[in-house]
């Protein structure tokens, strides 16, 4: 006798499901707009089922944060492998510029910065900016001037990117999106210019 019921998940197949279910709703309403109902029905589980996993809201909201950045310094870790310097840097900012159109790990990472009132969630992403740093500063070698440089530039994407700086025909918009070429960046990073 067949059945049409789907098959049920096991406990690590529900995890993977709600962290990413988790990220959407958290890069969308952020740690306190984010409600454990909503979480639950678009599951298909109960409540307390999600406290059992993550233990509280605020945990399942570190895990996604800590996911979110995990994929964006292995993505820019891998860029930047067997590279060096300034050609390690641009490596790694060609993964960031692509790893952009993931609005959702975009969102969730500005989400975590408007979360940091709370001391656990800042703490959290301090150890997330810190592996940030010591994955640029690592693979590059770099003055701490240009690895501060190439960072607050990505900044600058990140929210160029959550404002969506591309539909807008604008002045401000325009000189947003244009692009840092290799020679001027050279230039803002001359040991000269620190």
């Not at 969308?28 to 233990?55: E, M, V």
């Not at 001391?119 to 070698?141: K, L």
């Amino acid at each position: 006798m067949a059945t049409d019921a789907p098959a049920r998940m096991s406990g690590q197949q529900r995890r993977e499901q709600l962290l990413e279910l988790a990220a959407e709703e958290f890069a969308r309403a952020g740690l306190h707009g984010t409600s454990t109902d909503t979480l639950a029905r678009r599951a298909g589980i109960t409540q307390p089922y999600i406290y059992r996993l993550f233990g509280s809201k605020k945990a399942l909201f570190l895990q996604v944060v800590e996911r979110a950045f995990g994929r964006l310094i292995g993505g820019m870790d891998r860029a930047a492998e067997e590279r060096a310097g300034r050609d390690a840097l641009a490596a790694m900012g060609q993964f960031y510029d692509r790893a952009l159109a993931d609005r959702t790990a975009l969102l969730v990472q500005l989400q975590a910065f408007a979360a940091c009132g709370d001391p656990e969630v800042r703490e959290v992403v301090r150890e997330q900016m810190a592996r940030m740093w010591s994955a640029t500063a690592g693979h590059t070698g770099l003055h701490p001037v240009a690895v501060k440089t190439f960072l607050a530039y990505g900044m600058l994407l990140n929210t160029a990117a959550a404002l969506e700086v591309d539909d807008v025909d604008a002045e401000w918009a325009r000189g947003i999106r244009t692009r840092i070429q290799a020679g001027l960046f050279d230039h803002l990073t001359d040991d000269n210019n620190r």
